[in-house]
């Protein structure tokens, strides 16, 4: 994880399309790389992360990271919120210094093991907790020009070490920190092992969720600093980064959303300040290994509960629940998976609720009705449709017609009609289901022996129905420029 935040942390800021992304291993793929090195080991890992590298270059050159503008805020929203609790609920043992052997990964398990191992609250943990948390909410307040989290810490460890609290320390949980980085290495693989498949499925999987975690941090970025990333130079040099992350024995990066979220609340303006955060990491790893892994865990619990509590944005929160019913569907479908299922499944989720919304919405938009009674133009002019004889109908459609409203036509040719005029002027765009839709109408007309004209085609549409092949079964001279033409044909 060290060699990962500072190889690849360095890279995506070097490389990438934001200016206060910070980059390098995070909690979304803990479950992931867990599971991948218990199927393939390391070397699997290692060869699957390679795979990803290509996968996300790929995706930034040919400008897929441009997506990311598709995603609606309150799934932004919603992801970050439940990200903040997660971040939250991991740093209640090391708050309060409970005792408990292994923390429950899930939260429906870990907030009821808190709960009992409350006997084991230890006071003096809990103080130096609190005083760092108190720390913090000064500085930011009379000395914001410093960086809170540096202030906090250096005066908890300084507490620590002067008056020797028995409380747990960085060394005491993990060990000794390592104090270089290992020779870069080439992972070997053949195309013809067995595991090539998996190694494909695994690779495509930390492609999907790093591209989205990191370009969804871009995007969190930005809207703490007012900026705007370049997602596709983003991508690639998340592909970059993890490749180089990979060669000196890393695993998985992405954007991590808590570590931009603390670079931004603590100045951040631009990339310079993430390659400091990775050179900062090689130095300490170099010559202050000894000194860091004194600092005790209470202290960096509280950093990250402020981290969480910012990250939250709980009045923004408040305020989308007061939202369309849509966006509050969104906003607590996201939310809620994040924190009881994981991240995948939650943007998943969102992702597809969102567009069946906006498709529902579209459907809504779109209609079909008659003209006959209505005002028409007449070139320049305005004026009512007169003398329609009884044998003619006339229609116009209004908004995109795509395959959520593609049975808008069905039933409204009448058994007496002979003459039937729909006008297309308003419809913006058409796609296979409506022109499959459109194609059904015109033969039922030709089988009824009723005349179609179509007037009023704008050029998309028009385009549309030549690579469809509706203009072989629709005679030109029905297709009319203007509806008075067709009507007086």
Same mark, same amino acid.
């Given at each position: 994880?060290?060699?990962?935040?500072?190889?690849?942390?360095?890279?995506?800021?070097?490389?990438?399309?934001?200016?206060?992304?910070?980059?390098?291993?995070?909690?979304?793929?803990?479950?992931?790389?867990?599971?991948?090195?218990?199927?393939?080991?390391?070397?699997?890992?290692?060869?699957?992360?390679?795979?990803?590298?290509?996968?996300?270059?790929?995706?930034?050159?040919?400008?897929?990271?441009?997506?990311?503008?598709?995603?609606?805020?309150?799934?932004?929203?919603?992801?970050?919120?439940?990200?903040?609790?997660?971040?939250?609920?991991?740093?209640?043992?090391?708050?309060?210094?409970?005792?408990?052997?292994?923390?429950?990964?899930?939260?429906?398990?870990?907030?009821?093991?808190?709960?009992?191992?409350?006997?084991?609250?230890?006071?003096?943990?809990?103080?130096?907790?609190?005083?760092?948390?108190?720390?913090?909410?000064?500085?930011?307040?009379?000395?914001?020009?410093?960086?809170?989290?540096?202030?906090?810490?250096?005066?908890?460890?300084?507490?620590?070490?002067?008056?020797?609290?028995?409380?747990?320390?960085?060394?005491?949980?993990?060990?000794?920190?390592?104090?270089?980085?290992?020779?870069?290495?080439?992972?070997?693989?053949?195309?013809?092992?067995?595991?090539?498949?998996?190694?494909?499925?695994?690779?495509?999987?930390?492609?999907?969720?790093?591209?989205?975690?990191?370009?969804?941090?871009?995007?969190?970025?930005?809207?703490?600093?007012?900026?705007?990333?370049?997602?596709?130079?983003?991508?690639?040099?998340?592909?970059?980064?993890?490749?180089?992350?990979?060669?000196?024995?890393?695993?998985?990066?992405?954007? /991590?959303?808590?570590?931009?979220?603390?670079?931004?609340?603590?100045?951040?303006?631009?990339?310079?300040?993430?390659?400091?955060?990775?050179?900062?990491?090689?130095?300490?790893?170099?010559?202050?290994?000894?000194?860091?892994?004194?600092?005790?865990?209470?202290?960096?619990?509280?950093?990250?509960?402020?981290?969480?509590?910012?990250?939250?944005?709980?009045?923004?929160?408040?305020?989308?629940?007061?939202?369309?019913?849509?966006?509050?569907?969104?906003?607590?479908?996201?939310?809620?998976?994040?924190?009881?299922?994981?991240?995948?499944?939650?943007?998943? /989720?969102?992702?597809?609720?969102?567009?069946?919304?906006?498709?529902?919405?579209?459907?809504?938009?779109?209609?079909?009705?008659?003209?006959?009674?209505?005002?028409?133009?007449?070139?320049?002019?305005?004026?009512?449709?007169?003398?329609?004889?009884?044998?003619?109908?006339?229609?116009?459609?209004?908004?995109?017609?795509?395959?959520?409203?593609?049975?808008?036509?069905?039933?409204?040719?009448?058994?007496?009609?002979?003459?039937?005029?729909?006008?297309?002027?308003?419809?913006?765009?058409?796609?296979?289901?409506?022109?499959?839709?459109?194609?059904?109408?015109?033969?039922?007309?030709?089988?009824?022996?009723?005349?179609?004209?179509?007037?009023?085609?704008?050029?998309?549409?028009?385009?549309?129905?030549?690579?469809?092949?509706?203009?072989?079964?629709?005679?030109?001279?029905?297709?009319?420029?203007?509806?008075?033409?067709?009507?007086?044909?």
């Amino acid at each position: 994880g060290i060699y990962t935040a500072i190889i690849a942390g360095f890279l995506i800021s070097l490389l990438g399309g934001s200016r206060v992304q910070i980059g390098g291993p995070t909690g979304a793929f803990v479950v992931i790389v867990y599971d991948i090195v218990q199927r393939t080991g390391y070397h699997g890992l290692c060869v699957s992360t390679m795979i990803a590298s290509v996968f996300l270059v790929l995706l930034g050159v040919f400008k897929i990271g441009s997506i990311i503008r598709y995603i609606p805020h309150s799934l932004v929203t919603g992801f970050t919120t439940g990200i903040a609790f997660i971040i939250f609920s991991s740093q209640i043992k090391d708050f309060f210094g409970l005792h408990i052997a292994n923390v429950p990964a899930s939260l429906i398990e870990k907030w009821p093991a808190y709960f009992h191992a409350l006997p084991s609250f230890d006071v003096l943990t809990f103080f130096l907790s609190l005083g760092t948390l108190g720390t913090i909410l000064l500085s930011r307040k009379f000395i914001p020009s410093v960086p809170w989290a540096v202030v906090a810490i250096v005066l908890a460890s300084l507490i620590t070490f002067f008056f020797h609290l028995p409380v747990e320390t960085i060394f005491s949980r993990f060990g000794e920190i390592p104090r270089n980085l290992p020779m870069p290495q080439f992972p070997s693989f053949s195309m013809t092992t067995p595991l090539w498949q998996e190694y494909m499925k695994d690779g495509l999987t930390i492609a999907f969720l790093g591209g989205i975690e990191s370009l969804l941090s871009a995007v969190i970025g930005d809207g703490m600093i007012g900026g705007r990333h370049r997602s596709n130079c983003e991508l690639i040099a998340q592909g970059v980064a993890n490749f180089g992350s990979i060669i000196f024995g890393g695993i998985p990066a992405t954007g /991590a959303i808590a570590r931009t979220a603390t670079n931004v609340k603590t100045g951040a303006q631009t990339p310079v300040a993430g390659m400091i955060h990775a050179i900062t990491l090689l130095l300490i790893l170099l010559g202050a290994s000894k000194i860091v892994s004194q600092i005790p865990l209470a202290a960096l619990s509280a950093i990250l509960i402020m981290v969480a509590w910012n990250m939250a944005e709980m009045p923004h929160f408040i305020q989308l629940l007061k939202g369309p019913k849509g966006d509050r569907l969104i906003l607590l479908t996201t939310f809620l998976l994040t924190i009881f299922v994981d991240i995948t499944v939650a943007i998943s /989720a969102g992702m597809i609720l969102a567009s069946l919304l906006f498709m529902k919405e579209m459907a809504l938009a779109s209609k079909v009705y008659p003209l006959n009674s209505m005002f028409v133009e007449k070139g320049e002019k305005t004026g009512p449709i007169h003398d329609i004889p009884k044998d003619t109908q006339i229609y116009e459609i209004q908004g995109p017609f795509f395959f959520g409203t593609a049975n808008i036509l069905r039933d409204i040719l009448q058994s007496n009609t002979k003459k039937f005029i729909l006008r297309l002027r308003d419809v913006p765009i058409i796609d296979a289901t409506g022109l499959h839709a459109l194609k059904e109408f015109i033969m039922s007309c030709q089988k009824k022996h009723v005349t179609l004209y179509l007037t009023e085609i704008n050029e998309n549409v028009l385009q549309a129905f030549k690579t469809y092949g509706l203009l072989k079964i629709v005679d030109e001279k029905h297709l009319s420029h203007s509806l008075h033409d067709a009507l007086h044909f």
